[in-house]
């Protein structure tokens, strides 16, 4: 049985959530502050555009993924791109996916460290947090799966903390709109983007999902959406609360908003913002520690699945390590990852689709 | 012709169900001389003296018995009344006599308490059953008292409980199924389902890892849990343990399987989900909104249970700043003198309950009251007097156990407990951020968990919106028209439309 | 292999210790801090830390003890404090931060940076200038309750809840600091030694981050937090509405204000700001000894004196902000938000002080008590 039930395909549902936990993750907190420092007030037109544009691209991956209906992403790589440079091009995604846990790890124990524990070392903090992901990656898909959709409540949670700071919320500093023309707008476009990253799971787990492929795309869009809802909504309520200049300042203002309201029970509502925010960076991170851990599953063909989730744990768990608390190389990392990001989840999928297309007509012509 | 051959033919192949499962024992034909007979058992059983032989006929013939497991009267109704009275000629005649021509066969035989009779110049041996019982009552369990509903229990005789059970539900689907386990205990299993309802992987599951089992000594399934059950690492119990008849029976319905052992009034039942350690008969004969109420109690109950001691600490030595203005001063006059910090003051106070009620639990029950007061009073307050722990820790602890034990379960609030230590430790090593990473691994293990190969989280994750309605609420039983999809139930539907009654007065109400 | 790793977590755990407790136990907990400027530009920090102590029966005595050290910055005052105390010191839950006038005066920003750097820091502490020095608010003991920052908070509390100020915490103080075109008004204390209180006096005006030297007084800060659109639970205006009678108190008519509707339109004509606040309320009379309100063309007389009264006390008040140059009604970034270009041409610091802002006020009687 519990075999059967690891080779039950995932639900729609289950897919939207997972899309929707990779998508929100570390960038939840500052991103209003990212969007603010390049667009102003306009950051939320840059949110929707970015939101836009990435709807292309989710197209493009439905249409690769839709080719191959049975492979995951890594024996797509195969596929398309036959079998020694699939694996190598694999292997150069799974680098990019472990190297974005890095980030994410770093940026994670920066924020912890920054907010509420200066003092504990850097390896301990990342230990845990990789420890719980590992836990949790190597019990499979399913599991992460069951584990997402449960802890979505707290999305709720997190709006609800969100929609109490709207009572002082003035609509006043949202204007003037578009004061400084379109230029800015498009840079903040993207930071936008960047907060999206994640999306690239659905075409990874794309094949492990039942229902019709226009279903499927359905879902994605749905999960894709309500992810921009979600940040156009936090995006807003700090723009409204924190004036202009002050936005300026602030690089956490969901937190920063939380900090003076003062209930009869609990007071400092950030700090429980903040636990509830650590589970929404462990399931980000653990997809993408379940992605590093499938590529390597797939690219040397082991049948376990245990080892290489520790070995993908390892190795993004002691490069972070010599990091630390260095705030200069990791946004120096960051800024390079976020290259990579653009090339990896965005141009290499339109790549990957030509050559598919090519490779299919091909096909087609020699049948023929 | 057809008809009687048929009859005959049936009867010819119908043999008794106890020697079903001892077909492939060994055979030790038993001989014509009586002598023989009587030494090879003596050997077999080791000249035990409570083997008693009874000399008849001259010594011509014997009755052998276990005098311990044997009841006289019943040996003098069964066997000596109808010869005295003349009824039959001979013993093998008396009706309710069995014969064979197996020594070996008598072994067990006479271990279940029958009687034996052998004679001389005769190879056939006659068994009777004489077996004396000696049974409780079906009270109340002790351990999970009701106010409402059905107040049996089980006990310690299979058949009994079994009749429990068979009293409850009169369908021709549930069917009984016998194992022996343990080499030298030879304990009689049973496992109980409704065919049709339970999913019969599950089942074929259930009884091979039954199967499996090689022990000497089984004593109760609490004893076999550990070999059947998916990880028995895990500190949380992935079969739900009762006593109590009518909670087997609803399980049994909703597609689940009982197991029981003689000996034991504890039945197991597979597969279990967290759940279900919340629910309690008492939910059911309640009012629905009642239900509900409690049930919301009990789950809250979990929380406090294992979060409590942990968030205080959390709170009092890192982020002081949660406490609102009103409470600032309060709690800080209050720890302000404490000698130890918050996280050795919890650790004590946890230890020194758990002592008061393991010391409380083995005492007959007026010394434990003393040890309550005790224990519960005197230490209490003298330990806020010496300023050693301070009054919100003791407050906090005490809390802490009342929730733990407000579970319905007794194994589950076991684990409760246990589960306080990792996260007072957690959180005394990192504050809120060690909570959340103990929560984390809870939930991530309880995800993984499998009863059975069914998801032990269920039906949270993976999540079922319609099982909800029997898991933090408990909605209307009109409203439950379907089983949980937990067990794999191979037919959901458990009612039908009930309250059409409802449409049909109003129709006539019309009219 | 599981309960190796098992292990291995644990002995980690335990033997990695706690690096960042701060046991609420080991801290000075201080609830209200004063600031003074000093001759020589420094910062005069005055806090009171009260101390509680418990015993196991009977009620808590508690103690409060004030220090007063100087230095460069907050910061380094807080550091002398430190040398003078047991364990350390702790602002964060910090309720109340009194200021100077002199300090007021000159900036109060650089004060409060420490307060928003810090991450531990509740932001919901409440401000007030004192006339004269802090200290000598902070020193004073409250004989009814417990410590300053009871007293204080629980005063602040009240003239929120009687209309009298906006209740500002640190937290929105800040954006108000930083911010073009918004300034804002502070609760000013005054201290009356001979009965050892505090007196709420006003509104302080500031300008920017410094304290202008006008304010509201006490009277007058209802009306101008209601023109802000700000009520609070109770809302009562005593004003003389004649001077016939002879009896003194029969020229009074006390309301109360039940609902309040605040309009407030910007508009740019001819390279002119100009602003329209129209306040209409709904009031009950809770005193009018003077009169019976039986026929309605009494209420309606009433209505249009007391709206008059009310509109040439606010024309009274905005003269004094706009002298004090004080863009308490948030002109300026109502300007900014929908007048763009205006707002890139102009000063505003120059420019608000000659801006029209024109108030009317409308008070409809609703209700009259029990007995008309």
Not at chain 1, 135 to 146: E, P, T
Not at chain 1, 223 to 231: I, N, P, R, S
Not at chain 2, 373 to 402: E, F, H, K, P, W
Not at chain 3, 291 to 304: C, G, M, P, R, Y
Request: hydrophobic letters at 45%.
């Amino acid at each position: 049985m519990s075999k059967t039930t690891i080779k039950t395909k995932l639900s729609r549902r289950q897919y939207f959530f997972i899309i929707v936990q990779t998508e929100i993750g570390v960038g939840i907190l500052s991103l209003p502050y990212d969007l603010h420092s390049q667009a102003k007030q306009d950051g939320w037109i840059s949110l929707l555009i970015g939101g836009v544009l990435l709807q292309i691209v989710l197209l493009v991956i439905w249409l690769i993924a839709k080719r191959y209906p049975d492979k995951d992403f890594f024996q797509i790589n195969e596929a398309v791109f036959s079998k020694w440079i699939g694996k190598g091009i694999s292997l150069l995604y799974i680098a990019y996916f472990s190297m974005v846990s890095m980030v994410l790890l770093l940026l994670f124990v920066r924020l912890i460290s920054l907010w509420v524990l200066p003092q504990t070392p850097f390896w301990i903090l990342s230990l845990l947090m990789i420890l719980v992901c590992l836990y949790l990656a190597s019990g499979g898909i399913n599991v992460m799966a069951r584990f997402y959709t449960f802890v979505s409540v707290l999305l709720i949670v997190l709006l609800g903390f969100v929609v109490y700071s709207l009572k002082d919320s003035q609509i006043v500093f949202l204007f003037p709109i578009l004061n400084d023309g379109w230029v800015p707008v498009i840079k903040g476009a993207n930071e936008a983007v960047l907060s999206f990253f994640g999306f690239i799971i659905s075409l990874v787990i794309y094949s492990k999902v039942e229902g019709s492929p226009a279903q499927r795309l359905r879902t994605i869009f749905y999960a894709h959406w309500f992810v921009v809802l979600f940040y156009l909504f936090t995006v807003i309520t700090s723009f409204t609360f924190f004036s202009t200049v002050e936005m300026s300042f602030i690089q956490e203002p969901l937190l920063y908003m939380l900090k003076s309201f003062d209930f009869t029970i609990v007071a400092r509502l950030d700090l429980f913002f903040l636990s509830i925010w650590v589970v929404n960076v462990a399931t980000t991170l653990t997809t993408y520690v379940y992605m590093t851990g499938l590529g390597l599953t797939d690219v040397f063909g082991t049948k376990k699945t245990t080892p290489s989730y520790i070995i993908a744990a390892f190795i993004i768990l002691v490069p972070p390590l010599f990091i630390g608390y260095n705030m200069e190389r990791v946004d120096q990392f960051n800024n390079f990852v976020v290259w990579m990001g653009y090339i990896f989840s965005v141009a290499f999928l339109f790549i990957i689709y030509f050559i598919s297309l090519i490779r299919g007509s091909l096909q087609k012509g020699g049948a023929s | 012709m057809g008809f009687l051959r048929k009859l005959l033919g049936n009867r010819d192949r119908i043999e008794d169900t106890s020697n079903k499962n001892q077909g492939q024992q060994p055979n030790q034909p038993s001989s014509k001389k009586l002598s023989e007979n009587v030494e090879y058992l003596l050997n077999e059983f080791k000249r035990t003296d409570d083997l008693k032989i009874r000399a008849m006929n001259n010594g011509q013939a014997v009755l052998m018995y276990f005098e311990p497991l044997v009841d006289q009267e019943k040996i003098q109704q069964n066997i000596f009344n109808p010869l005295e009275m003349g009824h039959v000629e001979h013993i093998s005649e008396i009706p309710n006599a069995r014969s064979s021509e197996n020594l070996e066969e008598m072994i067990p035989t006479l271990l279940r308490g029958h009687a034996i009779y052998m004679e001389d110049g005769s190879s056939t041996i006659t068994r009777f059953n004489v077996t004396s019982v000696f049974n409780r009552n079906v009270e109340e369990p002790q351990n999970e008292k009701i106010v409402r509903g059905s107040h049996d229990g089980f006990i310690e005789n299979l058949m009994i409980n079994l009749n429990l059970i068979r009293k409850k539900i009169e369908h021709r689907d549930l069917v009984v199924k016998y194992f022996k386990v343990g080499k030298k205990t030879n304990t009689n299993i049973a496992i109980v389902y409704m065919d049709g309802i339970a999913d019969p992987e599950i089942v074929q599951k259930l009884e091979k890892r039954i199967k499996s089992i090689s022990v000497d000594m089984i004593q109760s399934p609490g004893y076999l849990e550990e070999f059947i059950e998916d990880n028995p690492y895990s500190p949380f119990p992935q079969m739900l343990n009762t006593e109590r008849p009518d909670r087997v029976v609803a399980n049994i319905m909703e597609g689940r399987i009982a197991l029981m052992a003689e000996g034991s009034p504890t039945a197991l039942i597979a597969p279990s989900t967290f759940f279900m350690f919340y629910q309690a008969s008492d939910d059911y004969n309640a009012r629905w909104y009642t239900g509900t109420f409690v049930r919301l109690v009990r789950l809250a109950s979990f929380i406090i249970a294992i979060g409590m001691p942990a968030f205080y600490i959390a709170v009092i030595s890192f982020h002081y700043e949660v406490l609102p203005d009103e409470l600032l001063l309060p709690v800080k006059s209050s720890i302000n003198e404490i000698a130890y910090p918050p996280i050795l003051e919890a650790l004590i106070m946890v230890v020194i309950i758990e002592l008061i009620r393991e010391s409380g639990i083995r005492l007959p029950s007026p010394v434990g009251q003393t040890i309550g007061i005790v224990g519960g009073l005197v230490i209490g307050d003298a330990v806020v007097r010496a300023g050693l722990v301070s009054n919100l820790m003791v407050i906090v602890v005490a809390l802490t156990a009342i929730a733990s034990f407000v579970v319905p379960s007794n194994e589950l609030s076991t684990t409760l407990r246990l589960m306080t230590f990792p996260l007072i430790i957690l959180a005394g090593t990192f504050g809120f951020l060690g909570i959340v990473f103990g929560f984390l691994f809870l939930t991530v293990h309880l995800t993984r968990l499998e009863s059975f190969g069914v998801p032990y989280f269920a039906p949270v994750a993976p999540l079922n919106i319609n099982d909800l309605k029997d898991t933090f609420v408990r909605l209307p039983l009109f409203m439950m028209k379907k089983r949980p999809k937990d067990a794999h139930p191979l037919q959901e539907k458990a009612m039908g439309e009930s309250r059409e009654w409802v449409q049909h007065e109003q129709d006539n109400n019309k009219n | 292999m599981k309960r190796k790793w098992l292990g291995i977590l644990i002995c980690l755990t335990l033997l990695t210790g706690c690096w960042d407790t701060r046991q609420f136990k080991d801290i000075k907990l201080v609830l209200a801090i004063g600031f003074d400027q000093n001759e020589d530009g420094g910062v005069t920090e005055t806090v009171s830390i009260p101390t509680v102590r418990r015993s196991t029966e009977g009620p808590a005595n508690e103690t409060v003890q004030v220090l007063t050290t100087e230095g460069k910055t907050p910061r380094e005052a807080r550091d002398h404090t430190d040398q003078m105390i047991a364990n350390t010191f702790d602002p964060s839950k910090a309720k109340v931060i009194l200021m100077g006038e002199e300090l007021a005066k000159n900036s109060i920003q650089p004060i409060f940076d420490q307060f928003y750097r810090n991450p531990n820091n509740n932001l919901n502490a409440y401000i007030a200038v004192v006339e004269g020095k802090a200290e000598d608010a902070i020193r004073i003991s409250p004989p009814n309750d417990p410590g300053i920052s009871k007293y204080v908070s629980g005063l602040l509390e009240g003239q929120i809840n009687a209309t009298h100020s906006t209740g500002e915490n640190i937290e929105v103080l800040h954006g108000e600091l930083l911010e073009p075109g918004i300034d804002f008004a502070v609760p000013l204390l005054k201290v009356d030694k001979e009965q050892n209180l505090l007196n709420f006096e006003g509104l302080a005006l500031f300008h920017n981050d410094a304290y202008s030297g006008e304010f509201i007084p006490n009277h007058q800060t209802t009306l101008l937090m209601l023109l802000e659109g700000i009520r609070g639970k109770v809302a009562s205006f005593t004003i003389k509405v004649t001077d016939e009678e002879e009896n003194a108190i029969r020229n009074y008519l006390t309301f109360r204000v039940m609902r309040n509707i605040q309009d407030m339109k910007v508009k740019v004509e001819n390279n002119q700001v100009k602003v329209d606040i129209n306040v209409k309320m709904k009031v009950r009379v809770v005193e009018y000894p003077r009169n019976h309100l039986t026929s309605k063309k009494t209420i309606i007389d009433l209505n249009e004196k007391l709206s008059e009264l009310l509109t040439e006390q606010s024309e009274e008040i905005i003269a004094v902000i706009q002298e004090a140059n004080s863009d308490v009604f948030q002109v300026g970034r109502n300007v900014q938000s929908y007048h763009p270009d205006y707002w890139k041409k102009v000063n505003w610091e120059e420019e608000f002080p000659n801006i029209t802002i024109k108030p009317t006020i409308e008070v409809d009687i609703v209700q009259y008590g029990v007995i008309s």
